[in-house]
């Protein structure tokens, strides 16, 4: 499905883990631009909804889509005012390349393990590694209790971040 939040959750835990180096809204906006893909195949009834976006060559071009999103959103907004939420402009290239290089790699990873109609490694091999080695079950529990990890993380540091100096 189109614009699922199950791949949020790796790259919620993968952020936690590492926030200055790994932009969490890179890494979403580049999973949703990857189901444009399959959503447009939807709506014209297509029969094979995960195409050439939903290969590593595919998934390298929408992580440079969103790169481009964000450099031409940044030079907009010093121009135009653009509202600063989640305090987007004050990303660094740097974190946007590698959470929407993360975004699309694991969104091919984690949809290649599910969807039967995905030629990853595309156009070098129609085969598909991944699909199957997990269950459907499997697969998402791992995605949801990631995102359970990424809140744990996340909460603890705000914990020990909100605490006055002198508190025991």
Request: glycine share 6%; aromatic share 12%.
């Amino acid at each position: 499905m189109p614009f699922t939040p199950f791949h949020f959750g790796p790259g919620a835990v993968i952020h936690a883990m590492a926030p200055k180096q790994v932009s969490f809204l890179a890494f979403c906006t580049a999973n949703v631009m990857i189901d444009v893909e399959p959503l447009y195949f939807m709506i014209t009834r297509q029969d094979r909804l995960h195409q050439f976006f939903h290969t590593f060559v595919g998934a390298t071009l929408v992580a440079l889509a969103t790169l481009l999103l964000f450099l031409g959103c940044r030079a907009f907004a010093r121009r135009f005012w653009l509202p600063n939420l989640f305090a987007w402009q004050g990303l660094h290239l740097q974190q946007v390349a590698v959470g929407a290089i993360i975004g699309t790699y694991s969104h091919i990873v984690l949809d290649s393990m599910m969807h039967m109609d995905i030629t990853p490694l595309a156009p070098f091999s129609d085969m598909n590694p991944l699909l199957r080695i997990v269950s459907l079950s499997t697969l998402h529990w791992i995605c949801f209790g990631s995102g359970v990890v990424a809140l744990l993380i996340l909460g603890r540091r705000k914990l020990i971040n909100d605490k006055p100096e002198d508190a025991i």
